[in-house]
């Protein structure tokens, strides 16, 4: 993404929700919005997330850890905006669908643990995806 935007964007950060205890969740995004270029004035938060849900959307937990981050008394204020999500990009499904048939053309690889399947043998379709508009938080 860095290398896509360059200079019309400040520093680039990945945080985690969940998974404290493992090194590879680090850090949690209650963390990142502590650290420098993260912790005030306006952060644009990007959910990787396929739809909303427990994590994702307007309840989920990723509003209520920037509204957290953003109740601290700074100056100036953290102000989070939020993407959409990933699922919401036209081309996503579209991308998804070709994951998934090249997936069973070409036989995927075996699982980490346990004999290799002779492959899926249903596909289920996803949910459709429910729109989730992009605003900045209000306090």
């Known amino acids: 993404v860095q290398r896509e935007l360059g200079s019309a964007i400040g520093p680039l950060g990945a945080a985690s929700l969940e998974g404290a205890e493992y090194g590879h969740s680090q850090p949690l995004l209650a963390a990142q919005f502590g650290a420098p270029g993260f912790d ?15 994590h ?9 850890i920037a509204r957290a981050a953003g109740d601290r008394l700074v ?15 036209p081309l996503a499904a579209g991308t998804l669908a070709a994951a998934l048939n090249d997936a069973l053309l070409n ?8 004999p ?12 459709p995806i429910q ?6 938080l209000s306090a």
Do not use: K, M, Y
């Open 116 to 127: 290799r399947s002779a492959g899926p043998q249903n596909v289920l379709p996803a949910e």
């Open 40 to 54: 005030r004035g306006d952060v644009i938060v990007a959910p990787l997330f396929l739809a909303p849900g427990r």
């Open 75 to 89: 100056s100036p204020p953290l102000r989070c905006h939020f993407s959409e999500l990933v699922g919401t990009h």
């Open 131 to 136: 729109d989730f508009q992009s605003s900045p």
């Open 107 to 114: 036989g995927s690889p075996p699982p980490a643990a346990g």
């Open 56 to 64: 994702a959307g307007p309840h989920g937990d990723l509003v209520q």
